[in-house]
């Protein structure tokens, strides 16, 4: 029964409430936001922080989740939000921090034990993401992501034919699966079939040449088959380019070690011995602006030159598959002079993909090079790599299709070894 103390709450809550179903967002959002109410009680505390992730603004509305879980710590809507906004951030430790908070609260959410797997995966820890996956799987077994997952957290841990066994059941399910597909074929790559993953991955890029998984993956299986098509595949000469810029360097240094979101040896990616950012503002009023337009500028020239150019097979298809509306994305790292360095790994999500020195350090020659054509640390291909070394320079810019794999040499010096890199993106419809 509720008290007098607590009608007021409700009735701002039924109010917000209708608001927001006749689509009067922002009024909504005011109306809580000049109410006292909705910085004291949970509930409407936690109306804010929906309405906050509604209009994305997804910084305020951790800070808003933040506050209701200090008043109600074991407010489950709230931590399932905060935790998603979390992973999606890729703040991994605390997302997992929340997803174990939500299982000891209710033991039976799925969605939470197989989440928890999954940051697992994303902070490539295998063989611990396997028992919750394995329970998630047991609770839920008929969803196919979290048999997708399972699947592919054997094969990481080195359980191949569990894991080619659940790949191939589920693709009876699921033939359409891209995805799947791509997994599968990297899947049996790891454990040593390497001609049925290049079979697989040239049958992938036939339909979906824009895939930078299937091009890494059919790279790495021809490597693994001595094929010549490796070698054309990592065309250097060709594909790579150089450009010298004229920005600011100083005072983009200064910003870089400015950001508040700079994480040390961020989980789920792949820096070690450094400082990765999350994603910079580009826009007008940020530090980081004239970079970003640099940047355009020198995707666009690429751009222009790859569509007047005949690679001939098979870069040709990649190169039809590149985006004529596209975005950009970039973000900042920051090596140390114990041997930080970047583990080998490609840019899935990106088309082309770059890299400016703002400070490449002063260590022995040798050290904190970009090293592109070497296989992530899960697979053995047992096959030379195709490999080019670029020797960092500051002020040096250098753009490479997404799906080039490549690390740094660890770096030693007295400085920090500071660049921003960057992807370009297909633009949303």
């Known amino acids: 029964m509720e008290t007098l103390d607590h009608i007021p709450d409700v009735e701002l809550e039924r109010e917000i409430a209708m ?35 509604e209009i994305g603004d997804w910084k305020h509305a951790k800070q808003q989740l933040d506050r209701v879980l200090s008043l109600e710590p074991r407010f489950l809507p709230a931590l399932r939000r905060r935790a998603a906004l979390l ?20 033991p039976d959410e799925t969605s939470a034990v197989a989440n928890i797997g999954v940051v697992l995966l994303r902070r490539g820890n295998h063989a611990a993401a396997l028992p919750w996956l394995q329970r998630a799987a047991t ?20 359980q191949h ?27 049996l790559l790891r454990g040593g079939d390497a001609a049925s ?35 054309g595949l990592m065309d250097y000469p060709l594909l790579l380019r150089q450009i010298r810029t004229d920005l600011d360097i100083t005072a983009l240094i200064d910003a870089v070690l400015q950001l508040p979101s700079l994480r040390w040896e961020p989980a789920g990616k792949t820096t070690l011995g450094g400082l990765q950012s999350a994603m910079l503002d580009l826009a007008p009023a940020s530090p980081f602006h004239e970079f970003g337009q640099q940047v355009s500028n020198a995707l666009h020239d690429y751009l222009l030159q790859l569509r007047g150019s005949l690679l001939g097979a098979p870069l040709d298809a990649w190169r039809l598959s590149l ?56 697979i053995d291909t047992a096959g030379e ?16 299709p997404s799906w080039f794999l490549h690390h740094t040499t660890p770096y030693h010096g007295t400085r920090p070894r500071i660049s921003l890199a960057f992807d370009l993106l297909p633009a949303s419809l």
Not at 92 to 103: G, S
């Open 323 to 378: 985006p004529s509306r596209w975005t950009l994305q970039a973000w900042a790292t920051v090596l140390h002079g114990d041997g930080g360095h970047q583990d080998p790994h490609l840019h899935p999500a990106g088309r082309i993909s770059g890299v400016l020195y703002l400070d490449a350090g002063n260590s022995a020659r040798g050290d904190g090079d970009l090293v592109f054509g070497h296989a992530p640390r899960d």
């Open 197 to 231: 993953a290049h079979a697989r991955f040239l049958t992938l890029l036939s339909e979906h040449p824009h895939d930078q998984r299937c091009w890494a993956g059919r790279y790495l299986s021809a490597c693994a088959l001595k094929l010549q098509d490796a070698l």
């Open 87 to 106: 992973a999606h951030d890729d703040d991994l430790t605390a997302a997992e921090e929340d997803f174990q908070r939500i299982v000891k609260i209710a």
């Open 19 to 53: 608001l927001f179903l006749a689509g009067e967002k922002d009024r909504a959002l005011l109306r809580l936001q000049d109410e006292q109410l909705a910085q004291t009680h949970p509930r409407l505390a936690f109306q804010l922080a929906l309405l906050l992730i």
């Open 139 to 158: 609770q839920s077994p008929a969803d196919a992501r979290i048999q997708h997952s399972l699947a592919n957290a054997l094969s990481g841990a080195g």
């Open 385 to 400: 790599p195709h490999a080019h070394r670029h020797v960092a320079r500051s002020g040096d810019m250098l753009l490479f």
């Open 161 to 187: 034919a569990l894991a080619l066994d659940l790949f191939h059941r589920l693709a009876q399910g699921s033939p359409g699966n891209t995805d799947l597909a791509a997994d599968w074929a990297m899947a």
